[in-house]
């Protein structure tokens, strides 16, 4: 598994500016938060699109809440920008990323301006998964 400190350090050394995807404060964040999550567990970010979807990345976890669904970081293989690929013009305005396990596939969805960071940290995931 990786280390998380490694993976924000990342991600916030990229000055990317987010506005729906938010860094978890455990030091403010509520208490009861924890109970949904084993030992070790930690929450990385947080993407709010809507009421109806939003993601929780955590050191072992991807989680949709709305969805009721979640992929395990360790069953990851990869990552692609499909949108992109199938129409470069969309290089800006993308925002979907679709992550690959060995038993299905699952697009997400990411802010606009932020594709090409979570591709970078959803790659690190992988890489280090494999280690």
Known sequence: ???????????????????????????????????????????????IQSKNYSWILTNTRLIFPSQMQQIRLSELVNVSFDTVKNDPN?????????????????VIFVEEGTWHLLYEVFKFIIVNNKE
């Open 1 to 47: 598994m990786f280390k998380t400190s490694i993976l924000k350090a990342k991600i916030k050394r990229s000055s990317v500016d987010f506005k729906n995807t938010y860094f978890w404060n455990s030091e403010t964040s509520p208490r009861i938060i924890d109970l949904f999550f084993s030992d070790g567990e930690e929450i990385i970010l947080f993407y």
């Open 90 to 106: 969309q290089k800006m305005s993308n925002n979907k990323l679709t992550l690959h396990t060995l038993k299905d596939t699952t």
